[in-house]
């Protein structure tokens, strides 16, 4: 019993000590992991600020093109709106230049009732006179 006491406690001391000095060496390479890992955790905060800033100024560019889009469809609306008002104006005076166009309002016709008209007031005229 005496033996396997002995054994016991020298295995236990054994592995205690091992432990002990695997645990300074695990521990100082665990202090140079946490300092890798926070310089690495820094770095990535920043990264992830940088891309928190890009999404902000990407959501501020979507932003001004739906407002550039909108004015773009109010001006275009504006735009057929205009071309339909002076196709309205178009055809108003196509209907004037109709109306003035006929065959009495040429310049001939004008020439031709204005010699008619002066021959016949002259014959009135010669007529009536004693």
Do not use: C
Not at 15 to 34: P, R, V
Not at 61 to 73: P, T, Y
């Amino acid at each position: 019993m005496k033996n396997i006491l002995t054994i016991i406690f020298v295995v236990f001391s054994f592995i205690s000590s091992a432990q002990t000095k695997d645990y300074k060496s695990a521990y100082e390479i665990s202090k140079k992991l946490n300092t890798k890992y926070k310089l690495k955790i820094t770095s990535l905060d920043s990264v992830i600020s940088k891309q928190d800033l890009y999404i902000i100024d990407l959501n501020n560019i979507i932003d001004v093109n739906k407002k550039i889009m909108s004015s773009d469809s109010l001006q275009i609306s504006l735009l057929e709106d205009q071309k339909r008002l002076l196709n309205d104006n178009v055809n108003l005076y196509r209907k004037e230049l109709e109306r003035r166009d006929r065959w009495w309002n040429s310049r001939a016709a004008g020439i031709v009732f204005g010699t008619i008209g002066t021959i016949a007031i002259i014959h009135v005229i010669d007529y009536s006179l004693p």
